[in-house]
């Protein structure tokens, strides 16, 4: 059969192009950077014919490769520094602002006892002990995956330390700034030792209507006995293109919660993989999406029940306006000697506007006889009867509207723990609904 | 007052409503009975304002306010409360909220102001007390759950809350037991009030020993075929609406 080599688009031309520019400053080991350039020279961006990203055709929607953000001036922090944080005030807070760890608008004298914070550039260039555990959570064959690993500049490794409980949630902030469509690859690690228990909330802030390019890696590798709840809050930026990945792997009986609220960026996908490596685990993913005009979120997750013993739940909402698009494909693997696995996942999308659209992927591949999984996805208009009774009690179809979809996205948000960051996030969802008023 | 005209009513090409005429003057307690499928939950609804029935023709009048021409939601800020026969369940609500909103959105439409948190509780409160109604029932999801009675007087709850001018209740009393007949009709009763008018829809003549009616009509095919007092409801009771389907027919 003849090879047939594809045609490079601008934007795989640009990519492609960006890495041997840059490489020579990008801290750490280069051999793996490589690897993983290679990798995605190879694949290309990925396309509507590669599965895993059917639904949503970067190849054919990323018309530019930005160039690469520039480390921020003081100007630029100074601006920062002004602007309200979603998550202002509710724990010790780190921030990567255009691609780079920012000390200075970074708690890390407030980090409380038990934590440890490095910026991920200075732990790879230095060879930090920590830094070895970079790319051990988050592994699979994704050409967005992949450039992230060539090309991210810095973010933050955080060590919980054996036993530590945290009560307040510790934040990172991805913050983008500038008027100009520029490109960011970070990194964070969060390794939680054995029985820890914290929450870790990220916020993407940039300025709306930028078309800005992030490639976020979020990689979370957990000892025995450890919680730990995740949250995700994509509420700003809106003409951003925003890739980000979670990669989750989990030591025995331990519970990781995740919620993932967007509503901003124009283009978002956000991918999951866990990894059950201990047993008597459970798994909780959850996520919110509230779209409108032509903005696309995809979320597809991939959980593998390596082991026998453990749970996994998941739960996505998705409220659809003007042309929005929502994708969910959620994968669940159960391997041949991974019996009692107890596996559920529903994704449910509201469709508001005419044109709106959503695809539902959720697939099983189960290699174990004992095990009880269960897949469902709805997709529809609110109920009629429904709106009719609310608005007999006196509240206005929009309100009565409003009222409905809160209840929808509630059920999802509901699985938040923090209460101080759920508020902030039904906030957001609030203000979202308040805005179609 | 409401003053029905001449309602013709259809659903789907099927004809429901056919000439319905019907007045209940200020502080009238008016009760409809009438055969299964007589158009009595369409009646309701079309006053109401549900969106799925065609008028064909015919005019309702709420103290001279066209209320075919108005939004559902504007129809219960000018006062018209419907107790659903089937009771709605809104999962991810709280009774509570949802009460608020509604409590709200009606004052607001009528341009007062929202009542504060401590006051609502206190209305709130002595409602659910006098209708037997346990506070933690209002935290829960509205009508999630409840059981067929609990439903029926979470909707007059409602209605105390709302002090509605003209009320609607198609088939309270069905699904409630005994004690809860009386609470529920204690309820209303509390209610009633010269300027407050009533339409209770039922089956059975029990209920109208405890709401009192000042007028009876039998409704027959999507039609008012008669009216008369309360003694009317105890005639049917004993003959059943055998002489009124011919006569309809
Ligand atoms: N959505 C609909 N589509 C078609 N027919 C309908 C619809 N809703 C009601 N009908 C029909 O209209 C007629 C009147 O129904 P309605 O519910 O008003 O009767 P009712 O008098 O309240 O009866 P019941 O005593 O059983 O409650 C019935 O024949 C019913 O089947
Ligand atoms: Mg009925």
Known sequence: MAQVTPMRTAAETQLLDLFPAVKARLPGAAEPRQQAYDAFAKAGLPHRRVEAWKYTDLRASLREAAPLADAPSAAVLGEVRTKAAPFAGLGPALAIVDGMFEPSL????????????????????????????????????????????????????????????????????????????????????????????????????????????????????????????????????????????????????????????????ALTRHQIFVTFAGENSRVSLNGGALLKGRQHADTTLVVNHAVPHCESRELYKHVLDGEATGVFQGKIIVEPHAQKTDGQMMSQAVLLGDNATMNNKPELEIFADDVVCAHGATCGQLDDDLLFYLRARGLPKPDAEALMLQAFVGEALEKVEDESIRDVLEGVVEAWLRARL | MLEIRNLHVQIEDKKILNGLSLTVNDGEVAAIMGPNGSGKSTLSYVIAGKEDYEVLDGEILLDGQNLLEMEPDARAAAGVFLAFQYPLEIPGVATMTFLKA???????????????????????????????????????????????????????????????????????????????????????????????????????????????????????????????????????????YADYRSQAA
């Open chain 1, 106 to 265: 970074s708690d890390l004298h407030g980090m409380p006892a038990g934590v440890q914070a490095v910026g991920l550039a200075g732990a790879l260039g230095t060879g930090h002990a920590l830094a070895a555990q970079v790319g051990q959570a988050a592994q699979a064959d994704d050409a967005v995956l992949a450039l992230n690993a060539a090309l991210m500049t810095d973010g933050v490794i955080l060590r919980v330390a054996a036993g530590t409980q945290l009560e307040r949630p510790l934040v990172v902030r991805f913050v983008r700034t500038g008027s100009q469509a520029r490109a960011a690859f970070t990194r964070v690690l969060l390794v939680v030792e054995e029985g820890a228990s914290l929450t870790l909330a990220e916020t993407h802030e940039g300025p709306a209507g930028v078309g800005h390019q992030d490639n976020t890696v979020v990689e979370v590798i957990t000892g025995d006995k450890a919680t730990v709840q995740h949250v995700r809050l994509n509420a700003d930026g809106g003409g951003a293109v925003d890739l980000s990945t979670l990669g989750v792997k989990l030591g025995a009986d331990c519970a990781f919660t995740s919620f993932a609220l967007v509503t901003a960026p």
């Open chain 2, 102 to 240: 509604a409590l709200n959105a009606q004052r607001k439409a009528r341009g007062e102001g929202e009542l504060s948190t401590p006051e609502f509780m206190k209305k709130v409160r002595a409602g659910a007390e006098r209708l037997h109604i346990p506070q933690d029932m209002l935290k829960r999801a509205l009508n999630v759950g409840f059981s067929g009675g609990e439903k029926k007087r979470m909707e007059i709850l409602q209605m105390a809350l709302l002090e509605p001018r003209f009320c609607i209740l198609d088939e309270t009393d069905s699904g409630l037991d005994i004690d809860a007949l009386k609470i529920a009709a204690d309820g209303v009763n509390a209610l009633r009030d010269p300027k407050r008018s009533f339409l209770v829809i039922t089956h059975y003549q029990r209920l109208l020993n405890y709401i009192v009616p000042d007028t009876v009509h039998v409704m027959a095919n999507g039609r008012v075929v008669k009216s008369g007092g309360k003694e009317l409801a105890l005639e049917l009771e004993a003959n059943g």
